[in-house]
Structures are given as structure tokens and as C-alpha cells.
């Protein structure tokens, strides 16, 4: 791999606009290099080149000089953000000859790049330091906290055991239950001697409120029942204050690597756009850029590369002595955890149920037609209770792929999803994986509509339709108990992070609401037919139907009636309680205006569902009014709000000024597209039909439209997210730490 395509490769997307610009540099070499071949062959009859160099240096106290007939190099020291960063800038003396112009351009725009590299890296390492000191006095209430702990807990031996081995991490050294008991006696000796310097720490700290408000908490708010800020020395709270602090030293210790990765990185391009400089074929200038390059070693980012360094060093034996029981192998597998790598088996896997699936839908096809299925009278009776029972596993399946494919595309124009959607590092799945999943979901699921068909039409097992029916049934039953599976198999980390932000967005009011929580949100929003067909699985078994020849009860009965009203409306009203909540935690009122979008929806599509079973001209007016209200907001939020496009002065037209995708077409087309999708419900209050195609089957088709949209909204709601990012240069989630030091203020650390 070139060294160029590298480069972007490894950079951290959140930081691409503090890296050196390469490529520019390497464009305006370009022009250098023609300029120089141009002065070559005017000058081939000389025997010394005009452009050999006799290097010399000089020094002095307040900026460092180098110079030579050519360039000079100054060094000076500025303020930024009240931190002293050193400055270079590169003077060429022989700008007035034949393409001097090019090299004045190049040094004027390489010191610029490397300033600009200095000084953020500077800023960052100052930041990091901070952190450090603050994480050193957190360590320092940690151990204070579990000596108190020990101290309150001698009369249990097993308590304090297991205390003792947590802190010295000497499990492995300790032999029998014997030597156990003397080294804990020592232990607790030596801890009474510094009873006074940990009860002074213990004086001065508190424990730091979480942010993660649970229903409970939610209710003890509204009745102003406070939680006493008071410590408690328990062991559940000793492992509450573990844990967060060693989710608060990955994540540090993360940042830290990150630096380092971001310091040789530029290192290295700088070393290498200066080779390129100097690469004539002349061999007396072919010390050139070793020059600068030992010019610019004393540059603050060489020094604080090594102070990242040491800090990572004392990072990594820290956290192994106090969160891994000295144990290194089990430490650096939290620290560094390994990187899913694609298995061929994965890629096999997922060809094979592909190619299955295609065979099945082909089978599918000619059975119906060869068994002349569409013309029997049980067709109408199959499409009304067999085919809303099957189609929800068509619809998952469908919105799977359209996942698989934002994780392609995000994957591809490097939008860092795994960290916006806060995925533990080393579980984040794949477009491969997920098409694995949805290929694998999707056969499974043509195999038993095959097997119901072929069950149905075979004499000898046409007295056993209590078992035909009962297939739908028993292949959801599957998925909801591989769904959820305690054991460690098929990706079993996403499907409980998946529970978890459903379990939020059902208890919407309760729980503080983040970008996973109100993205699953709209997921649902589009998954109303689903919802519609799990519905129907109840009613059609829970009400017996299908023990009568496939009897339909269920569109007669007016709790159903009821409850397709209220499953339509529950996606939409979820969102709108996580609008308001964020409205009252943030105190934004733009999440207000948002919430007001899904309450015209709920509105539109109630109107829309009453016209559908009732008709009449006042439901057809109602929903029209309602419905293209809401389309029109819905659609302005979709693309100016959610995607931030259609920016006014932007140097892009109707887009914005940052672009992911290099070819502008591909958002005026999803703009379009995404107009033209939101306004399927026309087929309701048009009330379009077709005679080849069955109602149920219509409203499976809009579903699925629905769908695609909301894949294509995906897409850009995460570009923009993650240029939102970049532009704050936000690589990292901001973890609460445990204790809050009274000099530090009230204010939560």
C-alpha cells in the first residue's frame, strides 16, 4: 500500500482535519519537481547544479537559525490557549528564480501544516496530563476507600480476603489459606499505619452522582426524595467505584495510544513528503531533508511523544496491579482488545445462505405456479392469515440488509459508527456479519413458508393442519429464544446491547435518552407493519383461529380494531417522550420542534388507519390536511435538521460545505428520494388498487419502501453526526469519574 493511502487509512476520523494535508503537499511537489526539470534542461551544460547546497547552521539564544544559500529556518515561540507552542517558519531566498514561486509556496504551506500539527498535539498531550493528574487522585480515594472498606469488614475473613487480594493483586502469590491469613494480618498492620493520610483523602471526597437515571431514580427526582451524597463503605459500592474507574482508564489509556498513533503518523509524513523534496538525481542535495527533519527533532512533539509514552507505561502497570490482580495477560486484553478479523468462513457463510435463498425463492415461484396456488379459493384465505404472519420476517430481514449496507458505505467513507454508537472496542459487527445474520434469518424463514405450502397441498399430511399452522408460530418462538440466548454464540455482546436500547426506548420516560436510544427509535417508526403482524401472531393464536381452517376473527373484533390504532402509534409516541426528555435535560427547545414532528405524525397516520377502515369524504379531507402537514415538516427536519443540508452560503449548492461522498449527485438523488418515499400514504387516501395484487400484499410493498428510506436516512444522519465530530474534534466518550474532591467544587468531575 502506498504510503499516501495509508496515511488516510490509519488516521483518527475525528482528528483527519489536524493531520498534515499530504496530498497537497505532494500536488505542489508535483509542480516543484516540473519547474525543476525545466531548470535542468536549460542548465544541463553545467557542471555543477544551480541548486547544490553548502549547509551550515547557526544559533542563537532566543530562536533556533539554520540556513544555507537557499532557505533559512527560524524557530519561534507563540501563545495558544495560554500554552507556549514553538513556531517554524521557513524563509527560501531564491524565490525570484525559475520556479521559486513553487518552492515558497511549498514551505509556506509545510510550516503552516506543521504548526498546526504541533500545536494541536500540544494541546492534547497538555489535556491529557490533566486527566492524568485527575486519575492519580482518583487512585489515591480508591485506595483509601478500600483500606476503609478492609477496616470495616476484619471480622469476616472471606469479606476480607477478598478485599486484600484486590488490592495488592497477590492471588497468584499466595500458596495456602495459612499464608493467606499471616500476609492479611501484615496487610492490615501495614494499613493502620496510614489510617490518618486515608482518612484525611476520605475527608475531602464524595461520591459522584451517576449520569444514568433509572426509573427509580426518575420517581425520587419528581418527589424530591435526594439521595444523600454521604460515602458508604460497602462492597457494592467499592465494585460500583472499580468499575467506573476502569472504564475511565481504557478509555484514557485509549486516548493515549491515540496520540501516540497521531505523533508518528505525522512524523512520518512529514519525513516523508521532505525525502521527496530532496530526491533529484544529483547526490548533492540528498541530505536535505535529513537536515530538517534534525532540525525539527527538537520540536515539542518529539518531547511530549515521549512523555506519552512514559504515561502509557505507567498506565498500563497501574491498572494491571489494580484492576487485574497483577495478572498482564488478563490487564492488556481490557486495555488492548482484540480487532474482529474477517474469517473467510464468515464470507462462506454468508454466500452460502445467499445462493439458498435464491434457490428457495425460485422454488417458491414455481410451485405457485405449477400447483396454479394463486388461482385456488384458499389464496384469498392464505394472504389475509398466512401472509401477515410471514411478512414480518421479510420486513426484518429487509431492514437488516439495508443496515449491512450503511455499515458498508460507513465503513467505506470512514464514518466511525462503532464510536458514535458507543460499541464496546473488538464487538462491533460487520456488514458481513450482519448479512450472515439476515441471509441466515431469511432462508430460515422461505424454508418453512415452503414446508407450509408443502404441507398444505400434500394429501398424506393434510390431517395434520394443526402442525401447519403452527409453523409461523414456532419460527418466531425460535428467533425470540436465539435472540435471547445467554450463551457466548451468534454475536452474543450486540444482541444484549440491542436489548438494552430497546429496553430504554420502551421505558422512554425514565431513562436518560443518547444518539443509540432515539436512533433505535426511528428504526421503529418505520417498523409499523412489523409491529402490526406481531399484533396479528396474538390475536390469530391467541384467539384460536387457527384451529378453524384458518379462520379470520381478528379484523372483526374491535379490541383489534383498537390496538391497530395503538400499535401504529407507539413507535412515534416513544419518540416523542425522547424528545422531551432530552428537551428537559439539555433545556434545547430544538428538541421540542422535533417531538412536534411525530406528534403530527401520530396524528396523520391515525387519521390515515380510521380512513382505511371506515371511509368516508370527512376522514379523506382529515388525512390529507393532517398527512401532508406532517410529510412537509417530517421531510425539512429529514434534510436540513438530521442530515444539515440545503446550508445557505455553503461553497456546495443546497448541500453543506463538508463531503463525505465525493459525487454531489448522490445527495441531491437521496433528497429526492427520500421526498418521493415519504409520500407513499397517497395510496391510502387515494385509495389506489390494483387487480393482480392482493391489499395485504400492497401494504407490504409500502412497508418495504418505508423501509428503504429509512436505510437511506441512515446513512446521512450518521455522516452528519460524525461531521459534527470532526468539527469538535471529538474522538472520545467523556466518562464520569467516581469521587468529586471538595476543592474541585460541586460540580461533578
Known amino acids: 500500500m502506498r504510503f499516501g493511502k495509508e496515511f488516510v487509512s490509519q488516521m483518527i476520523p475525528e482528528w483527519q482535519e489536524a493531520y498534515i494535508d499530504y496530498a497537497y503537499l505532494k500536488t505542489i511537489l508535483q509542480d516543484i519537481q516540473a519547474s525543476r526539470r525545466v531548470s535542468d534542461s536549460n542548465n544541463q551544460n553545467s557542471s555543477t547544479p544551480s541548486f547544490a547546497r553548502n549547509l551550515t547552521r547557526r544559533y542563537n539564544r532566543d530562536a533556533l537559525v539554520s540556513e544555507n544559500h537557499d532557505i533559512v529556518v527560524n524557530t519561534a515561540t507563540r501563545d495558544e490557549e495560554g500554552l507556549e507552542t514553538t513556531a517554524y517558519e ?41 486527566e492524568a493528574l485527575a486519575l492519580n487522585k482518583q487512585m489515591d480515594a480508591l485506595i483509601a476507600f478500600r483500606h476503609k472498606v478492609m477496616d470495616q469488614n476484619q471480622k469476616n475473613p472471606s469479606v476480607f480476603d477478598s478485599v486484600s487480594v484486590d488490592i495488592n493483586g497477590l492471588a497468584s502469590e499466595v500458596g495456602s489459606s495459612s499464608n493467606c491469613t499471616e500476609h492479611n494480618v501484615a496487610l492490615a498492620d501495614l494499613m493502620r499505619n496510614d489510617d490518618t493520610s486515608n482518612e484525611s483523602i476520605l475527608e475531602r471526597i464524595r461520591m459522584n452522582k451517576t449520569r444514568e437515571i433509572t426509573p427509580l431514580s ?34 484514557f489509556y485509549q486516548k493515549l495510544r491515540h496520540l501516540k498513533n497521531y505523533s508518528f503518523l505525522n ?50 502497570s497501574t491498572f494491571i496491579e489494580h484492576f487485574s490482580n497483577s495478572n498482564r495477560r488478563q490487564g492488556m486484553s481490557l486495555l488492548r482488545p482484540k480487532i474482529n478479523k474477517e474469517r473467510h468462513l464468515i464470507t462462506f ?15 417458491l415461484g414455481l410451485i405457485i405456479h405449477a400447483r396454479n396456488i394463486m388461482g385456488t379459493p384458499g389464496q384469498r384465505t392464505y394472504m389475509e392469515t398466512m401472509f401477515p404472519l410471514y411478512r414480518f420476517f421479510g420486513f426484518v430481514v429487509l431492514h437488516m440488509d439495508m443496515y449491512a449496507a450503511n455499515i458498508y458505505f460507513w465503513r467505506r467513507y470512514r464514518v466511525n459508527y462503532s464510536f458514535i454508537f458507543g460499541f464496546k472496542q473488538g464487538t462491533e459487527l460487520g456488514y458481513r456479519h450482519v448479512l450472515l445474520l439476515s441471509f441466515g434469518l431469511g432462508t430460515l424463514s422461505l424454508c418453512a413458508v415452503l414446508l407450509n405450502l408443502d404441507m398444505e397441498m400434500d394429501a398424506q399430511t393434510k390431517d395434520y393442519r394443526l402442525v401447519t399452522e403452527l409453523i409461523p408460530l414456532f419460527l418466531l418462538v425460535l428467533v425470540i429464544a436465539i435472540f435471547l440466548c445467554p450463551f457466548h454464540i451468534l454475536y452474543r455482546s450486540s444482541r444484549y446491547f440491542f436489548l438494552s436500547v430497546l429496553f430504554r426506548c420502551i421505558a422512554a420516560p425514565f431513562y436518560a435518552v443518547n444518539l443509540p436510544d432515539f436512533f433505535l427509535g426511528d428504526q421503529l417508526t418505520s417498523q409499523v407493519q412489523a409491529l402490526r403482524s406481531l399484533e396479528f401472531y396474538i390475536c390469530y393464536y391467541g384467539f384460536g383461529d387457527f384451529r378453524y381452517r384458518r379462520r379470520d376473527t381478528c379484523t372483526s373484533n374491535i379490541g383489534f380494531r383498537t390496538f391497530y390504532f395503538i400499535v401504529a402509534v407507539i413507535p412515534y409516541w416513544l419518540r416523542f417522550l425522547q424528545c422531551i426528555r432530552r428537551m428537559m435535560e439539555d ?142 474534534y471529538r474522538a472520545f466518550k467523556t466518562v464520569p469519574l467516581p469521587f468529586n474532591y471538595e476543592e474541585d467544587g460541586d460540580h461533578d468531575n
Open 90 to 130: 521557513t524563509t527560501f531566498l531564491k524565490a525570484g528564480e525559475a520556479g521559486g514561486d513553487f518552492e515558497v509556496t511549498f514551505f509556506r504551506n509545510l510550516d503552516r501544516e506543521f504548526n498546526k500539527v504541533i500545536s494541536f498535539y500540544r494541546l492534547k498531550v497538555e489535556k491529557a496530563r490533566t
Open 349 to 363: 457463510s454468508t454466500g452460502f445462505f445467499f445462493g439458498c435463498g435464491v434457490s428457495l425463492i425460485v422454488a
Open 218 to 251: 426518575a420517581i425520587k427526582t419528581i418527589l424530591k426524595v435526594h439521595k444523600q451524597d454521604e460515602l458508604k463503605f460497602t462492597r457494592e459500592n467499592l465494585k460500583e467505584v472499580e468499575k467506573r474507574l476502569q472504564v475511565a482508564f481504557i478509555e
Open 587 to 728: 433545556k434545547d427547545l430544538s428538541h421540542g420542534y422535533n417531538g412536534i414532528k411525530y406528534l403530527l405524525t401520530i396524528v396523520a397516520a391515525c387519521l390515515r388507519t380510521a380512513y382505511t377502515l371506515n371511509r368516508g369524504t370527512t376522514w379523506n379531507i382529515t388525512a390529507w390536511v393532517f398527512s401532508g402537514v406532517a410529510t412537509f415538516y417530517g421531510t425539512y427536519w429529514d434534510i436540513v435538521v438530521d442530515w444539515g443540508l440545503l446550508q445557505r452560503g455553503c461553497k456546495n449548492s443546497f448541500l453543506r460545505d463538508k463531503l463525505l461522498v465525493p459525487h454531489k449527485t448522490v445527495y441531491y438523488a437521496a433528497m429526492v428520494l427520500n421526498v418521493l418515499l415519504r409520500l407513499v400514504w397517497l395510496q391510502t387516501v387515494l385509495d389506489l388498487k390494483f387487480s393482480f395484487l392482493h391489499r395485504e400484499t400492497m401494504v407490504a410493498l409500502l412497508a418495504c419502501l418505508e423501509i428503504i428510506r429509512r436505510g437511506i436516512w441512515n446513512f446521512f444522519r450518521l455522516e452528519n453526526e460524525h461531521l459534527n465530530n470532526v468539527g469538535r
Open 267 to 316: 512524523a512520518s509524513a512529514v519525513s516523508k513528503i521532505m525525502k521527496k523534496y530532496d530526491k533529484p538525481k544529483e547526490m548533492l542535495r540528498n541530505c536535505i531533508w535529513k537536515w530538517w527533519i534534525d532540525l525539527t527533532s527538537v520540536a515539542p512533539m518529539n518531547f511530549k511523544h515521549v512523555q506519552v509514552h512514559k504515561l502509557l507505561l505507567k498506565v498500563e
